[in-house]
């Protein structure tokens, strides 16, 4: 799986933004999508993930209530609402693609195989 994330930018807190992970070469309809995000010197952690087929969701802490993680399987997208956007929600946002059946909601960077090259984003006080 290819995945090619889109949307970031700068914007000031309290704004809305967002992502597009557009996912090509999928063999079947099961798998998952979940989002990261990496600043400078600190690990890659995780934001959120959504399965295509039920669409099943699950939330870091820091963004429940703020982001929404949703997918259009028509085309092959998954997407990332980002509202009420902090200073603390810089950094450069990865999606990434686990497939396969899914039982457990995947959450971990080892969990998934596929990973797209990254989107900046940039909040601004």
């Known amino acids: 799986v290819q995945l090619q994330a889109s949307g970031g930018g700068l914007v000031q807190a309290g704004d809305s933004l967002r992502l597009s992970c557009a996912a090509s070469g999928r063999t079947s309809g099961g798998g998952a999508v979940g989002w990261f995000r990496q600043v400078p010197g600190k690990e890659r952690e995780f934001v959120a993930t959504?399965?295509?087929?039920?669409?099943?969701?699950y939330y870091a802490d820091s963004v429940k209530g703020r982001f929404t993680i949703s997918r259009d399987n028509a085309k092959n997208t998954v997407y990332l609402q980002m509202n009420n956007l902090r200073p603390e929600d810089t950094a450069i946002y990865y999606c990434?693609?686990?497939?396969?059946?899914?039982?457990?909601?995947?959450?971990?960077?080892?969990?998934?195989?596929?990973w797209g090259q990254g989107t900046l984003v940039t909040v601004s006080s």
């Open positions: 990434a693609a686990k497939r396969g059946l899914i039982t457990t909601l995947p959450n971990l960077r080892s969990d998934f195989g596929s």
């Open positions: 959504i399965t295509w087929i039920s669409g099943r969701t």
